[in-house]
């Protein structure tokens, strides 16, 4: 009888969220995976893997699989491994099918990965009913989760099974975007290594995706006039946006390895922030920190154009939307977040000429009104 794989956890706070940092090699020249916990940071070492039962996970496919001392035969254990290759081929052609119907390969990846996490719960994919039992008692899984899993399996019945099923109904859930303040951002870029305190930077100050920031060339940046063209993904725009004198140093500052300014990949810089901001917020005494995210930089630069101008079209173009949909969501988040708060104060100021005027115009003020043959301007503190 084969029995469910156990779930490993941290020794200090009990959390499944790990990472694989590395091995730690023994002195009879065998070695044991050593873990890093992402919610507390705590560093452990797995044990001796010497049990009558081997946990071992498919490199290809991702698909956990137990092998068992007490298999009742030959039989029984051909045929589960013939299933799991049957499942592996199909998850193989679902994946080169969604690149022939030109899905992003972000995409392909999240819709591969939903499809491969089920597997590792013990759905079978070739039962519709089984995925959607599954689905129905995963816990940890939220609405959107459960949504996107269905999705992605809907796309697999299409392309690859050719079966209908009867889809569940998982509606999607809205949800309020975070908006770090900017003490928080500029207390955990300055706790950050050089790499990633240079990516949080041009995050901060133009607002991009940290896809598009990732993919940013050496070509990409003219030092000269201090700007930065960034290539869209999403559907979105491409677009020039400038930076500051601060960032274009820190650029400067950087490793020329390749062609990319940000050597690597995303996934190392997500796992270079989830330990800065874990050893900063204890650090610190702040856990606001654990709650930014380089998508939370894009949501406050988004907010704080739209409390400085009010014009929805400029943080549209700033953002890269092709549709004013997507950019309204910061008029909810400006008004909650700037409602009765010292930044509606402003610098007022009186022009009794025409220089004057240019001058105030130049640095940053906006006309109001005319009072007693004078005109007066004002910018926000």
Known sequence: MVEAAAVLRCPECGSV???????????????????????????????????NRVFRENRNCQILRLEAKNLDSATETKTVAGAEQTVKGKLVEFAWKLQNQGFRTATIKTYSTLLKRLAMLGADLLNPESVKETVAKNQNWNENTKLLAVTAYQCFLDLVLDKKWRIPNYTRQEKIAYVPTTEDVDALIAGSGKKLATFLTLLKETGCRCGEAIRLEWTDIDFQRRVVRIQAEKNSKP????????????????????????????????????????????????????????????????????????????????????????????????????HNNNMDEFHVKVAETLEDACKLLEAGFEYVTDMEGKKLFRKRK
């Open 17 to 51: 969220k790990l990472f694989r940092a590395g091995l730690r090699y023994l002195a009879d020249g065998g070695s044991v995976q050593r873990y890093l916990c992402r919610s507390c940071g705590y560093r452990f070492s797995g044990g001796h893997n010497n049990s």
């Open 239 to 338: 677009r020039i946006l400038p930076i500051s004198t601060q960032l274009t140093a820190m650029i400067e500052t950087l490793p020329k390895k390749s062609k990319k300014v940000f050597s690597g990949n995303l996934a190392s810089m997500h796992n270079n922030l989830q330990v800065t901001r874990i050893r900063q917020a204890q650090k610190l005494g702040n856990p606001q920190l654990l709650k930014i995210s380089f998508h939370a930089l894009r949501h406050l630069k988004g907010t704080t154009e739209y409390h400085k101008t009010h014009d929805l079209l400029h943080v549209q173009n700033l953002l890269g939307h092709k549709s004013v949909k997507s950019t309204m969501i910061y008029i909810n988040l400006e008004a909650a977040l700037y």
